[in-house]
């Protein structure tokens, strides 16, 4: 059960777009149609902002998305906002009823 | 309102046990599949646990596997997590997370987590 890879921050100004990579293995991401990606506010409780691999749930605003090529699932936020500095998680199945979350990617809005 | 509320944390030599509860309120816990995930200081997110509905199925991370054992009580709309052989680096603020309906895999609903903290 390996942490799936993320790196550790990214930046952008605000209306730019960035993407989020999470790097796993063929046993993971690449088997499974089941990533999620949370952000998460220091003190805070951490929110879903895509399930399914690019599903948003209602109320998340549309400038996330995502998407996934072979053993990498992407976040992309686009139209960046101050609020969206944050700390961003991608979430996979990794069969038996078992969960792994990357190590965190820091989001600078400069 | 939905709402997931953690207790039972604290601080605790290495070695000793200790039992997380959760309890959650305005909706039908015995509808969804339930996670425990921990953040330990200045480190990311950690999944530790998870339940089905029914109890049937349970796992862990191998972090915990062995020491740490989930379990749920639908009638009582509780869920737990019974933590033994406590180390250092269990040292964590633990969340409980409900599952998005009909999903084992994605957690939409958070409580505000409760700290624990192993240390002599």
């Known amino acids: 059960q390996s942490a799936l890879t993320q790196p550790a921050s990214v930046s952008g100004s605000p209306g730019q777009s960035i993407t989020i990579s999470c790097t796993g293995t063929?046993?993971?991401?690449?088997?499974?149609?089941?990533v999620s990606w949370y952000q998460h506010h220091p003190g805070h409780a951490p929110k879903l902002m895509i399930y399914?691999?690019?599903e948003r749930p209602s109320g998340v605003s549309d400038r996330f998305s995502g998407s996934k090529s072979g053993n990498t699932a992407s976040l992309t936020i686009s139209g960046l906002q101050a609020d969206d500095e944050a700390d961003y998680y991608c979430c996979s199945y990794v069969g038996s009823s078992t969960l792994v979350f990357g190590g965190g990617t820091k989001l600078t809005v400069l | 309102e939905v709402q997931l509320v953690e207790s039972g944390g604290g601080l605790v030599p290495p070695g000793r046990s200790l039992r997380l509860s959760c309890a959650a309120s305005g909706f039908t816990f015995g509808d969804y599949a339930m996670h425990w995930v921990r953040q330990a200081p200045g480190k990311g997110l950690e999944w530790i646990s998870g339940?089905?509905?029914?109890?049937?199925?349970?796992d862990y991370a191998d972090s915990v596997k062995g020491r740490f054992t989930i379990s749920r009580d639908n009638a009582k709309n509780s869920l737990y997590l019974q933590m033994n052989s406590l180390r250092a680096e269990d040292t964590a603020l633990y969340y409980c997370a409900r599952t998005v309906t009909g999903s084992y895999y994605y957690m939409n609903v958070w409580g505000k987590g409760t700290t624990v903290i192993v240390s002599s």
């Open positions: 399914e691999g690019s």
């Open positions: 339940i089905s509905w029914n109890s049937y199925s349970i």
């Open positions: 063929s046993s993971d991401v690449g088997s499974y149609n089941l």
